[in-house]
């Protein structure tokens, strides 16, 4: 079965500093990736996934992705946060063979500060 | 309908009793997943129904919770003889059989477990 961890539970940023949030999986075979994120009292929707091809992977609101294989990652980046970020990130993971549940890290709470 | 709709969305009980918690997918979506979001935990997947495979009931924590799909489209997470540790957000999400990993979320139930 795969696992997921996410490096910081709680980061805090000044508008305009760079982000970058990490994710490791652990899995043998290949997956799929993604980041979600829940905004204060709204549902978790997609940021942004990664399936195959460029293993740099653009989402919405200038976030960005990279998966890179031989560690295991997709950490997630923007280079210059605003305080609209302020929300929970989560990364997820599934295998890409059958019918595979989609695997959440604990999260990592970003809040922003103006 | 337009999204995925959860009831209640809250729920006060006490130590011992049964409870129901009802999700109502996106019509048409074949995929349905229950998750538990307790704070410092993440979302910890519980139980993934996939059209008329048998569901991937790997995530459930104990005996006390089971989970229904009728008709392939409403389903019914119970948890019997609740505990305090119960207490958390139960989140129910759905997806396409054309793009699986896109989960749209309800808002959850908050369970508390008094």
């Known amino acids: 079965a795969q696992s997921v961890s996410q490096h910081n539970h709680h980061v805090i940023l000044s508008e305009a500093a760079s982000l970058e949030l990490g994710c490791n999986y652990s899995?043998?075979?290949?997956?799929?990736l993604f980041w979600y994120v829940q905004y204060p009292g709204q549902h978790l929707q997609l940021l942004l996934k990664?399936?195959?091809?460029?293993?740099l992977v653009k989402g919405i609101k200038g976030f960005e992705a990279e998966f890179i294989k031989s560690k295991f990652s997709f950490n997630l980046r923007k280079p210059s946060v605003q305080w609209s970020d302020t929300a929970e990130y989560f990364c997820a993971v599934n295998a890409k063979t059958g019918y595979s549940t989609l695997t959440f890290g604990k999260g990592t709470m970003l809040l922003v500060s103006p | 309908g337009a999204g995925v709709s959860q009831s209640p969305s809250n729920k006060v009980t006490e130590k011992g009793k049964d409870v129901e918690l009802r999700c109502d997918p996106i019509s048409g979506h074949t995929a349905l997943y229950w998750y538990r979001q307790s704070l410092g935990q993440g979302l910890e997947f519980l139980i993934y129904?996939?059209?008329?495979?048998?569901?991937?009931k790997s995530g459930l924590p104990s005996d006390r919770f089971s989970a229904e799909r009728t008709g392939g489209s409403v389903s019914t997470l119970t948890i019997q003889r609740t505990q305090q540790e119960d207490s958390a957000v139960y989140l129910c999400?759905?997806?396409?059989?054309?793009?699986?990993?896109?989960?749209?979320f309800g808002s959850g139930t908050q369970l508390s477990v008094l």
């Open positions: 899995y043998g075979g290949t997956v799929n």
């Open positions: 999400a759905s997806s396409s059989l054309a793009s699986v990993e896109k989960l749209f």
């Open positions: 129904f996939q059209g008329n495979s048998a569901p991937d």
């Open positions: 990664y399936f195959s091809g460029d293993p």
